[in-house]
C-alpha cells in the first residue's frame, strides 16, 4: 500500500493511515510526533494533501534551523525598517500559507518568548508584522512536528503549557522503522528503484542476504538512514544486482554495538508490561499474569531492580487513568506495600524458591 510516498503494509502502517483518513478532513492542529527520520514532514504532506485545503500551499518551516531572533520575522513577516537590515516588507510563513497548511518542524525549539505570539494565532487566526500594528488575519492549518517529549519539557518550564494543548488537539505517533519489519523490504525496493532511475541504472535483483541484513538491523536513523544505506548501495553498483558491499557498515555497527546485559533486558520487559497494564501488578489482567509469575515474586522483582511507578510518572501524559486503582481484585503499584512483600519474599527463601511455587 502506498500513498503520497507512504509505503507498507504492517498493522502499524494501517493504523497511522487510519488516523491520517481520521484527521485530514478537519481543520484541527496536529502534533506529530516519532524519533528522528520516521518521516514526520512526510505524514504532515500527506494530511494536507488528503485534506479540503490540498490544492492550496504547504509551507515548512524548521523551528531549530533559524536563529531566535529572526524566527519571529520568519513566522510573521516584517514592515520595511524594522530592524537593521530590514529594506523590504516580507509577508511571513504564516500569510504565505493562508489558506493552505503551516507545517512546523521541531517546535520543540520554539523559544519560549515568541510561544504566546504563536499561541494567538493559533487561537485567534490574526497576528501583526514586525514594526507594524496593523492586525493580520489569516486562515490556516497548523500541524507541528517534534522528536521531542514535549510533555516533559512543559513540567520543566521550557514549553508553554496552553500551546501544548492547543497543539495537541490530535497527536500521532510515528513508530520507528524497527517496529515495522514488514515494511522494510517494501521500503527497500521503493529506494532501491527510485535511485536506480536518478542514476539511469537498471537494478533487478536484492540479493536475499542483503535483505536479510537490512530486514533484522535496528535502523536507529529509521528510514532517514535506510534511504541514505540504499542511496550509496546503488552507487556501489555497477550490474543487475544490488551490490552486496552495501551491508558492510551496517554489519561493523552491529558487531560494536554495545551488549545489553540481562538484567537491563528484565528490567526493560517488566516496565514495558507494567505500562502497558496501567501498573497494575495482580489480577486476572495484571502484569503478573501476563509475565506467568505470582504476585508477590513480581513485586519482589521489582524491588530488586528498582522498578517503582513514581519513578516512571514523568513521562506520563497528564491524562492519564487512575480509575482502575480502587478495583478490588487488582494490586495497583505501591512502593509501601513493595517493600513489606520484599521483606516477606526474602524470609521466606531464595528468588528461585519462589519461582518455583509461582
Given at each position: 500500500?502506498?500513498?503520497?510516498?507512504?509505503?507498507?503494509?504492517?498493522a502499524k502502517f494501517r493504523a497511522l493511515l487510519g488516523h491520517i483518513n481520521l484527521v485530514a478532513p478537519t481543520d484541527c492542529a496536529v502534533l506529530?510526533?516519532?524519533?528522528?527520520?520516521?518521516?514526520?514532514?512526510?505524514?504532515?504532506?500527506?494530511?494536507?494533501?488528503?485534506?479540503?485545503?490540498?490544492?492550496?500551499?504547504?509551507?515548512?518551516?524548521?523551528?531549530?534551523?533559524?536563529?531566535?531572533?529572526?524566527?519571529?520575522?520568519?513566522?510573521?513577516?516584517?514592515?520595511?525598517?524594522?530592524?537593521?537590515?530590514?529594506?523590504?516588507?516580507?509577508?511571513?510563513?504564516?500569510?504565505?500559507?493562508?489558506?493552505?497548511?503551516?507545517?512546523?518542524?521541531?517546535?520543540?525549539?520554539?523559544?519560549?518568548?515568541?510561544?504566546?505570539?504563536?499561541?494567538?494565532?493559533?487561537?485567534?487566526?490574526?497576528?501583526?508584522?514586525?514594526?507594524?500594528?496593523?492586525?493580520?488575519?489569516?486562515?490556516?492549518?497548523?500541524?507541528?512536528?517534534?522528536?521531542?517529549?514535549?510533555?516533559?519539557?512543559?513540567?520543566?518550564?521550557?514549553?508553554?503549557?496552553?500551546?501544548?494543548?492547543?497543539?495537541?488537539?490530535?497527536?500521532?505517533?510515528?513508530?520507528?522503522?524497527?517496529?515495522?519489519?514488514?515494511?522494510?523490504?517494501?521500503?527497500?525496493?521503493?529506494?532501491?528503484?527510485?535511485?536506480?532511475?536518478?542514476?539511469?541504472?537498471?537494478?533487478?535483483?536484492?540479493?536475499?542476504?542483503?535483505?536479510?541484513?537490512?530486514?533484522?538491523y535496528a535502523w536507529p536513523g529509521n528510514i532517514r538512514e535506510l534511504q541514505n544505506v540504499i542511496e550509496r548501495a546503488v552507487i556501489m553498483t555497477?550490474?543487475?544486482?544490488?551490490?552486496?558491499?552495501?551491508?558492510?557498515?551496517?554489519?561493523?555497527?552491529?558487531?560494536?554495538?554495545?551488549?545489553?546485559?540481562?538484567?537491563?533486558?528484565?528490567?526493560?520487559?517488566?516496565?514495558?508490561?507494567?505500562?502497558?497494564?496501567?501498573?497494575?501488578?495482580?489480577?486476572?489482567?495484571?502484569?503478573?499474569?501476563?509475565?506467568?509469575?505470582?504476585?508477590?515474586?513480581?513485586?519482589?522483582?521489582?524491588?530488586?531492580?528498582?522498578?517503582?511507578?513514581?519513578?516512571?510518572?514523568?513521562?506520563?501524559?497528564?491524562?492519564?487513568?487512575?480509575?482502575?486503582?480502587?478495583?478490588?481484585?487488582?494490586?495497583?503499584?505501591?512502593?509501601?506495600?513493595?517493600?513489606?512483600?520484599?521483606?516477606?519474599?526474602?524470609?521466606?527463601?531464595?528468588?528461585?524458591?519462589?519461582?518455583?511455587?509461582?
Amino acid at each position: 500500500m502506498a500513498i503520497l510516498n507512504l509505503i507498507g503494509s504492517s498493522a502499524k502502517f494501517r493504523a497511522l493511515l487510519g488516523h491520517i483518513n481520521l484527521v485530514a478532513p478537519t481543520d484541527c492542529a496536529v502534533l506529530v510526533q516519532g524519533e528522528t527520520g520516521t518521516g514526520k514532514e512526510v505524514i504532515a504532506q500527506a494530511i494536507h494533501a488528503a485534506s479540503p485545503r490540498g490544492q492550496n500551499r504547504f509551507v515548512a518551516l524548521n523551528c531549530a534551523a533559524i536563529p531566535g531572533g529572526l524566527l519571529e520575522s520568519e513566522l510573521f513577516g516584517h514592515e520595511r525598517g524594522a530592524f537593521t537590515g530590514a529594506v523590504a516588507q516580507t509577508p511571513g510563513r504564516f500569510r504565505l500559507a493562508d489558506c493552505g497548511t503551516l507545517f512546523l518542524d521541531e517546535i520543540g525549539d520554539l523559544p519560549l518568548d515568541l510561544q504566546p505570539k504563536l499561541l494567538r494565532a493559533l487561537q485567534e487566526k490574526k497576528f501583526e508584522r514586525l514594526g507594524s500594528g496593523r492586525t493580520v488575519e489569516v486562515d490556516v492549518r497548523v500541524i507541528a512536528a517534534t522528536n521531542q517529549d514535549l510533555w516533559r519539557m512543559v513540567q520543566e518550564h521550557r514549553f508553554r503549557a496552553d500551546l501544548y494543548y492547543r497543539l495537541n488537539v490530535f497527536p500521532i505517533t510515528l513508530p520507528p522503522l524497527r517496529e515495522r519489519e514488514e515494511d522494510i523490504p517494501l521500503l527497500i525496493e521503493h529506494f532501491v528503484q527510485m535511485f536506480a532511475n536518478r542514476q539511469n541504472k537498471s537494478i533487478d535483483r536484492i540479493p536475499d542476504d542483503v535483505m536479510e541484513v537490512l530486514k533484522h538491523y535496528a535502523w536507529p536513523g529509521n528510514i532517514r538512514e535506510l534511504q541514505n544505506v540504499i542511496e550509496r548501495a546503488v552507487i556501489m553498483t555497477t550490474g543487475p544486482v544490488l551490490n552486496p558491499r552495501a551491508t558492510e557498515l551496517i554489519t561493523r555497527e552491529i558487531r560494536s554495538a554495545p551488549v545489553t546485559t540481562l538484567v537491563d533486558a528484565e528490567r526493560a520487559h517488566i516496565i514495558a508490561t507494567l505500562r502497558d497494564t496501567n501498573w497494575i501488578v495482580g489480577g486476572p489482567r495484571g502484569a503478573a499474569a501476563k509475565l506467568g509469575v505470582a504476585r508477590t515474586t513480581l513485586i519482589a522483582r521489582m524491588q530488586r531492580l528498582g522498578i517503582s511507578r513514581t519513578s516512571n510518572l514523568e513521562s506520563q501524559s497528564p491524562g492519564y487513568d487512575r480509575s482502575n486503582s480502587s478495583a478490588s481484585n487488582n494490586t495497583v503499584v505501591d512502593f509501601r506495600r513493595i517493600e513489606c512483600a520484599a521483606r516477606r519474599s526474602l524470609r521466606s527463601g531464595p528468588l528461585g524458591e519462589n519461582l518455583k511455587r509461582a
